[in-house]
């Protein structure tokens, strides 16, 4: 008793480093934990996930069958601020900025280790930092910015407001890009980022809120890297769709394309998004919409409703004529897929596509809207559960060339030759027809809706819809009616004689949709935040 007595009243017996946990004194010392800790950032931040692709169900591309899923409530309006998965989008990127903190107050203490290691790795934190509050303030708006670990006393403060957000995103991503590596990383290094990826979501930051001039030169800049190109094999009536497959994994080493993607590993890291697509023995989540299906062009650069290409007088006729990107991301009769099951129940087999199926009988794949996707479909995947390997593109070079030719747009300085060094090399690809100023004008095409429309028709399923359309100021087309292919093309009518219809005879998948402005423009502060921080307040409408 008197030696324990006698050894507490030393005055540092309580500041010793334990001996049996990790801590902030022993850990960041070596390249090797280094390493570790910013592995966490990129595994744990939300930073790379198949969330981007279920994104696309936020907008009017796409609807998930299952009628409590968060993102369909959202984008159906028809929710409140303690919907489970608000709080979910607020909670997991403080989570990963946390750990970023972390790594980025105590990096520096690893003395041996060289400083140009440090200083890629630091920039890599960075990058990961500014992603999650660029999406933070793109959802909420006014938004806490945490810039250091916090003491407990330090966790309520109020939000700091979207240009403070947005200035920090872009002075951080600029920090970065000057900090790390220009050429992608390659080897065991693969996956993480380097100089294009902070440049290429600075493009994206600075587009969505409207900086086109910093848009412009962020995208050009990605451009003049000289280190990315369009993934193509010349194969124009399949690349495109290649690229959202095993074919076009980085791992492969021939998608130049990518420029930030989440990587996936058999038997390691897998996912289920083949399956969730074309489930044999389900409801498709991913359920393509009229909407999306009539954004896209006829073969002849024109829309479906001036085009005499266009012709509505069977299913298959819809996918006829039309932009390539077309049957190459929405499932087409005649196409290879993976969402029918045959009558032995433990058979599944990647068999030809007819036709859309409406009845739940577990003998294949159902679609609430008479269409499939094709575009993230690898189709050996569909038949197990969540042994799907495929990569998950963050951003790519494609974004960055409509970006720079928006940005250029809205400035009113937008040329035939920016076209062609952008647009017309997406279109070439997959062998569309390229787009011509004189030719817009001469059709009484507006080049604002065309430049959006190709925006739209490039990324869909890649988690840019809503985004874009809050943006744009579009919101009043989440009011509208979800709906479906027209009925009467259906070939087994018995299917869908119950399915209720529009006057024009097309399915109606989702009805009682709202958006009310400026209230949905942002998503409200969850009020399990607000209850455990008032000094947050709640934006405007959700009170």
């Given at each position: 008793m008197c030696l324990m007595m006698l050894s507490g009243c030393r005055k540092d017996?309580?500041?010793?480093?334990?001996?049996?946990?990790?801590?902030?004194?022993?850990?960041?010392?070596?390249?090797?934990?280094?390493?570790?800790?910013?592995?966490?950032?990129?595994?744990?931040?939300?930073?790379?996930?198949?969330?981007?692709?279920?994104?696309?169900?936020?907008?009017?591309?796409?609807?998930?069958?299952?009628?409590?899923?968060?993102?369909?409530?959202?984008?159906?309006g028809n929710f409140g601020v303690d919907i489970g998965t608000i709080n979910t989008e607020w909670v997991e990127p403080y989570r990963g900025i946390r750990q970023c903190n972390v790594f980025l107050e105590n990096y520096q203490k690893a003395t041996d280790v060289s400083e140009e290691i440090k200083q890629q790795m630091a920039g890599e934190a960075k990058t990961i930092r500014a992603f999650l509050y660029m999406y933070l303030t793109l959802c909420f708006?006014?938004?806490?910015?945490?810039?250091?670990?916090?003491?407990?006393?330090?966790?309520?403060?109020?939000?700091?407001?979207?240009?403070?957000?947005?200035?920090?995103?872009?002075?951080?991503?600029?920090?970065?890009?000057?900090?790390?590596?220009?050429?992608?990383?390659?080897?065991?290094?693969l996956g993480?980022?380097?100089?294009?990826?902070?440049?290429?979501?600075?493009?994206?930051?600075?587009?969505?809120?409207?900086?086109?001039?910093?848009?412009?030169?962020?995208?050009?800049?990605?451009?003049?890297?000289?280190?990315?190109?369009?993934?193509?094999?010349?194969?124009?009536?399949?690349?495109?769709?290649?690229?959202?497959?095993?074919?076009?994994?980085l791992s492969k080493g021939v998608n130049r394309e990518t420029i930030a993607a989440r990587l996936y590993l058999l038997d390691v890291s897998m996912h289920n998004l083949s399956r969730e697509t074309q489930v044999p023995d389900q409801a498709s989540r991913h359920n393509p919409t009229k909407a999306l299906v009539d954004a896209y062009l006829c073969i002849d650069g024109l829309p479906i409703d001036r085009s005499p290409l266009y012709k509505e007088d069977s299913y298959a006729a819809i996918f006829e004529n039309r932009d390539p990107r077309m049957k190459q991301t929405i499932l087409a009769p005649g196409a290879v897929w993976g969402?029918?099951?045959?009558?032995?129940?433990?058979?599944?087999?990647?068999?030809?596509?007819?036709?859309?199926?409406?009845?739940?009988?577990?003998?294949?794949?159902v679609t609430i809207t008479g269409y499939y996707y094709t575009k993230y479909v690898e189709v050996d995947a569909v038949g197990a559960v969540s042994r799907d390997e495929n990569d998950i593109h963050l951003i790519r070079l494609a974004e960055i060339y409509l970006t720079y030719a928006e940005a250029k747009m809205e400035q009113g300085t937008l040329t035939q030759n920016d076209i062609d060094l952008t647009i017309n090399k997406l279109r070439e690809?997959?062998?569309?027809?390229?787009?011509?100023?004189?030719?817009?004008?001469?059709?009484?095409?507006?080049?604002?809706?065309?430049?959006?429309?190709?925006?739209?028709?490039?990324?869909?399923?890649e988690g840019q819809r809503w985004f874009d359309m809050m943006?744009?100021?579009?919101?009043?087309?989440?009011?509208?009616?979800?709906?479906?292919?027209?009925?009467?093309?259906?070939?087994?009518q018995k299917q869908v004689s119950n399915i209720a219809v529009d006057a024009n005879g097309?399915?109606?998948?989702?009805?009682g949709k709202r958006f009310e402005d400026p209230k949905n423009y942002?998503?409200?502060?969850?009020?399990?935040?607000?209850?455990?921080?008032?000094?947050l307040g709640q934006n405007p409408g959700w009170n």
């Open positions: 017996f309580l500041d010793r480093t334990p001996l049996d946990a990790v801590s902030d004194e022993t850990f960041w010392t070596t390249e090797e934990q280094l390493r570790l800790a910013l592995n966490s950032l990129y595994s744990s931040s939300g930073v790379k996930d198949k969330k981007v692709v279920d994104y696309d169900q936020l907008g009017d591309n796409s609807i998930n069958s299952t009628t409590s899923d968060g993102y369909r409530l959202i984008s159906s708006g006014d938004v806490p910015l945490v810039t250091k670990p916090l003491n407990i006393d330090e966790l309520y403060g109020p939000r700091n407001s979207r240009k403070e957000i947005v200035d920090f995103v872009l002075s951080e991503l600029d920090e970065a890009a000057d900090m790390m590596q220009t050429g992608p990383m390659t080897g065991s290094n993480r980022f380097s100089k294009g990826v902070a440049l290429a979501f600075k493009a994206r930051m600075a587009l969505y809120d409207g900086r086109w001039k910093e848009a412009e030169e962020a995208a050009k800049a990605v451009m003049d890297l000289g280190v990315y190109s369009l993934y193509s094999t010349g194969h124009p009536e399949r690349d495109y769709s290649d690229l959202f497959t095993y074919a076009g994994k969402g029918k099951k045959d009558g032995n129940p433990n058979n599944t087999d990647a068999t030809i596509f007819t036709a859309p199926k409406f009845i739940a009988d577990k003998l294949g794949c690809r997959v062998g569309m027809r390229k787009m011509i100023l004189s030719e817009l004008t001469a059709n009484g095409l507006d080049l604002r809706v065309e430049i959006r429309r190709e925006r739209r028709i490039e990324l869909a399923r943006r744009w100021k579009q919101g009043q087309l989440l009011a509208e009616d979800t709906k479906g292919v027209k009925r009467d093309l259906v070939l087994d097309y399915v109606v998948v989702l009805t942002l998503w409200p502060v969850p009020l399990i935040q607000i209850q455990r921080n008032p000094a």
